[in-house]
């Protein structure tokens, strides 16, 4: 089992992570093109 510290840890990257993902998802292919995304590397980032 984790210690407490470690558990919240992770489960505030896993957010972040989640959190990050969508607004990615959110934007349009033109933005995704203009910071050097496409919409398939989105997954493969995390």
């Not at 957010?15 to 998802?25: F, I």
């Amino acid at each position: 089992m984790l210690p407490p510290m470690r558990l919240l840890l992770l489960i505030w990257r896993s957010w972040v992570a989640a959190r990050t993902r969508s607004e990615l998802r959110a934007l349009s292919d033109r933005a995704l093109r203009d910071i050097g995304l496409e919409r398939g590397q989105i997954e493969r980032l995390f």
